[in-house]
């Protein structure tokens, strides 16, 4: 069964560095993109960073510059670096990928959620 689990989250301090990672494990076909979302207290999901499987990155324009998706397709592994943290990144960050299982049936699937927490 394929999942997406995620890991690196914790606490921090304003000005500090984190690195998130998301490994896809099961039996695949394909990853195509992969990418960040975070959900911060009563506020919708929002997307923070992607990577094609060519990658071909995307960011959210208040992630720019202190933010960084990286993949490694050997390990079926994508990473943010997070640099310069503030305390308006705090958030549950979750991670997605678009996967063809070995079975068939593309489609995305997430993890359970990493918490960032930035304090000032």
């Known amino acids: 069964q394929v999942q997406v689990v995620e890991s690196g989250g914790g606490l921090v301090q304003a000005g500090w560095s984190l690195r998130l990672s998301c490994a896809a494990s099961?039996?695949?076909?394909?990853?195509?993109?992969m990418g960040w979302y975070r959900q911060a207290p009563g506020k919708q999901r929002e997307l923070v960073a992607a990577?094609?499987?060519?990658?071909?990155?995307n960011y959210a324009d208040s992630v720019k510059v202190r933010f960084t998706i990286s993949r490694d397709n050997t390990k079926n592994t994508v990473y943010l670096q997070m640099n310069s943290l503030k305390p308006g990144d705090t958030a549950v960050y979750y991670c997605?990928?678009?996967?063809?299982?070995?079975?068939?049936?593309?489609?995305?699937?997430w993890g359970q959620g990493t918490q960032v927490t930035v304090s000032s």
């Open positions: 099961g039996l695949m076909l394909s990853i195509n993109a």
């Open positions: 990577i094609s499987s060519g990658g071909s990155t």
């Open positions: 997605n990928a678009d996967i063809t299982p070995f079975q068939g049936g593309r489609k995305d699937y």
